[in-house]
């Protein structure tokens, strides 16, 4: 059986092989279940890829069925960092501070270097290219795969700013500085009333 890297889901000649596994003579019907250890070469892009297993994957043997020998499982890799707001202070006067606590954690398979939690004021739940960067962030060290990391800031919400409902955003790897297997699951919003 052998083993290959593959950014979709079909095995192709430009798929990289990472391992094999010897399979025994097998009788009709009878399974080969084992293990086989693999390195993710070095300098490979975070991202989404796919494992590709192929039996028989040297042609040795004369199959009543050739086309039905590989499978293909999902994987990323890489760091990936989300952000959760767990609270913050609200109401709050426009020109003051509010308290915001988040957590910070990396879903992804590999070690996230350190990074800067970004906050912003928004109208709606999503971030877009019209909601205020506050100038308060809060630094993050590393991470491991599956660490967390939680803290608070105090941002100051613009003086000027219309009493209504607000969300503050929290954006994990605020600054862009990681490269993630998913840059799409970044931020997290929390209602908050300006007064």
């Not at 990472?18 to 892009?45: H, N, Y």
């Not at 039905?68 to 202070?89: F, K, Q, R, W």
């Not at 971030?127 to 660490?147: I, M, S």
């Amino acid at each position: 059986t052998h083993i290959y890297l593959s950014s979709d889901a079909v095995l192709s000649a430009a798929d990289t092989l990472l391992g094999t596994r010897p399979v025994t003579a097998l009788a009709a019907g009878a399974p080969s279940v084992g293990s086989t250890p693999i390195t993710i070469p070095a300098g490979t892009p975070a991202g989404s890829y796919y494992l590709i297993a192929k039996a028989d994957g040297g042609g040795s043997v004369s199959e009543t069925q050739e086309s039905n020998n590989t499978s293909a499982e999902g994987v990323t890799i890489g760091p990936d960092l989300t952000a959760y707001v767990t609270t913050v202070t609200s109401p709050v006067q426009a020109g003051s501070l509010t308290t915001v606590r988040d957590s910070a954690t990396n879903r992804g398979g590999s070690d996230a270097g350190p990074s800067m939690t970004r906050y912003y004021l928004s109208v709606n739940s999503a971030l877009d290219a019209g909601d205020l960067l506050l100038a308060e962030g809060r630094p993050v060290p590393a991470l491991a795969a599956g660490a967390s990391n939680s803290g608070s800031a105090s941002v100051t919400i613009p003086a000027g700013t219309a009493p209504g409902s607000y969300y503050v955003i929290v954006k994990a790897d605020g600054d862009g500085s990681i490269a993630e297997s998913s840059e799409t699951n970044n931020t997290w919003p929390r209602s908050i009333r300006v007064e």
